[in-house]
């Protein structure tokens, strides 16, 4: 494996965020709440601040929690028809856009906040109605705004809606 490689959760690294079972240290569960089967291990490196980041995935992947999806994160993009649709401002409308729109907004909380924000993250990758949604984002704007200032809040409206 090398910096390009990008890692996804398996189920059981989903399962693993919610019941702390596999007894990971402190630096493997922030890792494993910023895998998003996107981002590279350079950028995993960069967000996370491990250095080591590459031996700590593949001790993630070594319990089953994480596997290597072989590419780097710039590979060819999908064909349209694969690509999946916008997510819709408003409150999400089905279950999957409920799950996608958490998963995008925990995204941007672990890009703006780092670590500071992995409990935050991990609601929203973890959210299981519109009104929690709801209620995690407008804590995510409140905390970004209190702890990154205005301009970091208008990132995380983009990165939001961004497709």
């Known amino acids: 494996m090398n910096d390009k490689t990008v890692y996804a959760k398996t189920p059981a690294g989903q399962q693993e965020i919610g019941e702390r079972k596999a007894g990971l240290d402190i630096r493997q569960r922030r890792l494993l709440i910023l895998v998003d089967g996107q981002r590279s291990v350079a950028e995993l490196r960069?967000?996370?601040?491990?250095?080591?980041?590459?031996?700590?995935?593949?001790?993630?992947?070594?319990?089953?929690?994480?596997?290597?999806?072989?590419?780097?994160?710039?590979?060819?993009?999908?064909?349209?028809?694969?690509?999946?649709?916008?997510?819709?401002?408003?409150?999400?409308?089905?279950?999957?856009?409920?799950?996608?729109?958490?998963?995008r907004a925990a995204r941007a909380v672990s890009d703006l906040l780092g670590p500071m924000g992995e409990d935050l993250a991990m609601r929203l990758e973890e959210v299981k109605s519109a009104e929690a949604l709801?209620?995690?984002?407008?804590?995510?704007?409140?905390?970004?705004?209190?702890?990154?200032?205005?301009?970091?809040?208008?990132?995380f409206e983009q990165l939001l809606e961004q497709d």
Do not use: N, Y
């Open 46 to 103: 960069g967000v996370s601040g491990f250095p080591d980041a590459l031996a700590l995935l593949e001790g993630l992947q070594a319990h089953g929690l994480v596997v290597s999806t072989g590419g780097p994160a710039a590979a060819a993009p999908a064909p349209a028809a694969s690509k999946p649709a916008a997510v819709p401002a408003g409150p999400p409308t089905t279950t999957a856009d409920l799950r996608e729109r958490g998963r």
């Open 134 to 155: 709801e209620d995690l984002l407008t804590r995510s704007r409140r905390m970004l705004g209190e702890v990154r200032g205005k301009s970091a809040v208008a990132r």
